[in-house]
């Protein structure tokens, strides 16, 4: 069941075109609901936890309302519910991004403040002016579940970046109608180093 079937029937007005009022809070208040009725399990905090980590680790700017669901068992009668897997991930890695413009004009500080501007499609709390900023996110998480903020150093930590430009490599080197250039491969490379410093270091 999609996130804004829900968020439809919490929000009478919510508005399920643009997603401007999809937010955080209201998502914890659903899972905590389900859970609560025994029909969510109960790692649900830690699955959302890693979710918006790897949003922010690939840059992900869409993860709306749509873009999240809830996948219920209802094996023998009884109902488990979990955070749907990520899916739809396409909106991310510098996807619009090109080397005749950000690749010859921009320098090292432009690089940063395009990673720091990164934001999700989801803010903390109805309220909140804007969107949830992709680093911000993370640094909320870790205060706000404490167990979680390990959990997301570890992953972090053990991210194998000699793997990711291994398979950035081969992939470029694939004889394709639209293939992956060596310019776009070094780009995704650089954005998710860069990116998973940065968390890294908010989570210090």
């Not at 609901?33 to 790897?54: K, N, S, V, Y």
């Not at 992956?180 to 908010?202: F, G, I, Q, T």
Request: charged content about 25%; overall charge neutral; proline content about 3%.
């Amino acid at each position: 069941m999609m996130g804004g079937d829900f968020l439809q029937k919490m929000l009478e007005d919510f508005d399920r075109k643009t997603g401007n009022q999809h937010n955080f809070h209201y998502i914890q208040v659903l899972f905590r609901a389900l859970h609560q009725h025994d029909a969510m399990e109960p790692g649900w905090r830690m699955a959302w936890g890693q979710t918006l980590l790897f949003d922010a680790l690939c840059g992900n700017t869409d993860r709306h309302q749509d873009n999240w669901g809830v996948l219920f068992d209802v094996t023998n009668g009884i109902v488990n519910g979990r955070l749907s897997p990520c899916y739809d991930n396409g909106t991310s890695l510098g996807h619009e991004l090109w080397e005749d413009h950000q690749g010859r004009n921009w320098n090292a500080d432009r690089w940063h403040k395009y990673v720091m501007d990164g934001a999700h499609h989801m803010k903390w709390t109805v309220h909140s002016p804007n969107r949830e900023g992709h680093i911000s996110c993370v640094r909320r998480l870790a205060e706000w579940l404490p167990p979680l903020h390990d959990l997301m150093m570890s992953r972090l930590s053990a991210f194998d970046m000699v793997a990711l430009r291994d398979t950035l490599n081969r992939l470029a080197e694939i004889k394709m109608m639209v293939p992956l250039s060596p310019w776009r491969a070094n780009l995704m490379y650089r954005l998710v180093e860069l990116r998973r410093d940065l968390l890294l270091k908010v989570l210090q």
